[in-house]
């Protein structure tokens, strides 16, 4: 029988007080301490050994490996599971080797004051993460906790929402909850210059300014929301080509000659949980698919220079493969095709004849299912109007017995 050995206590505001007695029997038997100097001095004059967190992580996570066999106690602010260290540390060490003793939250005891239903609410950290992956949530009448990286952050979430068209929406910065030294500033992200104490967690509710871009979770963004050079799949048989992907959790997905990067990217979007990599050839496409990943706030892309089918060599395996450059190479449909496991799934879009003949071949020796996308825009003709035709677009769908 595994023995445990690592505790992981959630602790708030108001200290060892608000602790249950099973976080304390903890405490109480621990032979070292980890934390950061603020919770360690929590401890008092405690004589027990005691570390502080390194940067990077993962020299603290190996050292504290090393005292295995020994009591040891890691003090964490809150909930430990909640973007907390307790993540890191079970899937690091072992669920089996450790015990975790959650806290209240930021998130709940935010959700307490507002009176917001957290099961309805988007938290995210921005703590050791980039400012842009703010942008995977903006969304009208959308309720955001946000865990600060420090006092800063406030201001450039309100920066953010504003140069995103979200300038009206309604901010609330709670610092220090749970303990004497709580307060709570409200405000507007258009108009916010408040200075913040360094533990704060943002409340936000979005309000999209008239004739803003909204960027919605589903797909099928706004063209205009891309940096591209031409090189994208339009926003209907985007939308079309995402419903076909069918992201689902955690699942690892190839974009293809990724031009812009659209398709990983609202992948991401609809799934936050997925990986995906998209391999491209151009260095200023990679450019405008970098600049693209950031501005729509997705995490877990990949990109790999190169082109296919050489480029796909030594790939993380993929469960799903979307095709959209290089679909006229057969190679390029093979080399995919043989990349995924059985039931992994191979979308491709061509739009030139060649293109097309390859997939219907291709459908030929591995079954599936061809859809031709034919989208038109009303346009003006002088002082008329009629339908202006996209380029059709054929799609193949298949799935690997």
């Known amino acids: 029988m595994t023995q445990v050995w690592l505790s992981i206590i959630g602790i708030g505001e108001d200290g060892l007080r608000g602790l249950n007695k099973s976080a304390n029997a903890s405490i109480g038997g621990a032979e070292v301490f980890v934390g950061g100097t603020r919770h360690l001095a929590m401890l008092g004059d405690d004589p027990r050994p005691r570390m502080t967190w390194h940067n990077p992580l993962r020299e603290t996570v190996a050292k504290i490996k090393a005292l295995k066999g020994r009591q040891v106690c890691v003090l964490a602010s809150g909930d430990p599971m909640s973007y907390g260290i307790g993540v890191t540390l079970t899937r690091e060490i072992g669920l ?25 609410v988007d938290c995210l950290t921005l703590h050791g993460r980039p400012l842009g992956l703010l942008n995977l949530h903006l969304r009208p009448n959308a309720r955001l906790l946000i865990l600060s990286e420090d006092g800063t952050t406030p201001k450039q979430v309100a920066s953010l929402l504003k140069a995103n068209g979200y300038g009206d929406s309604a901010i609330a910065v709670f610092e220090h909850m749970g303990g004497p030294k709580e307060k709570r500033h409200d405000g507007v992200a258009r108009t916010w210059r408040r200075k913040t104490a360094d533990l704060n967690t943002i409340a936000v509710v979005c309000c999209v300014d008239t004739g803003a871009n909204r960027l919605m979770r589903p797909a099928g963004l706004p063209d205009d929301v891309y940096q591209h050079d031409g090189q994208l799949t339009k926003r209907e048989v985007r939308a079309i080509t995402i419903a076909a992907l069918s992201p689902a959790p955690g699942e690892v997905m ?8 659209s398709i990983a990217i609202e992948f991401l979007r609809a799934e936050p949980t997925a990986r995906a990599i998209a391999i491209e050839q151009n260095p200023k496409r990679i450019a405008n698919i970098i600049a693209n990943g950031e501005n729509l706030g997705v995490r877990n892309l990949n990109i790999i220079e190169g082109s296919a089918p050489t480029a796909l060599k030594g790939l993380a395996k993929p469960d799903v493969i979307f095709v959209g450059g290089g679909v006229s190479n057969a190679k390029v449909l093979q080399a995919c095709w043989r990349a995924l496991p059985s039931g992994g799934r191979l979308i491709a879009n061509a739009v030139s004849m060649e293109g097309e003949a390859q997939l219907f071949a291709f459908m030929q020796r591995h079954g599936g299912e061809m859809t031709r996308i034919a989208i038109s825009h009303l346009d003006g003709m002088g002082d008329l109007h009629a339908w202006r035709a996209m380029r059709a677009v054929s799609q193949y769908a298949g799935q690997k017995p």
């Open 96 to 120: 089996d080797q450790c015990l975790v003793i959650p806290h209240q939250s930021a998130f709940s005891l935010a959700c307490a004051q507002l009176g917001w239903p957290l099961a309805e």
């Open 254 to 261: 190839w974009d293809v000659g990724a031009g812009a990067g």
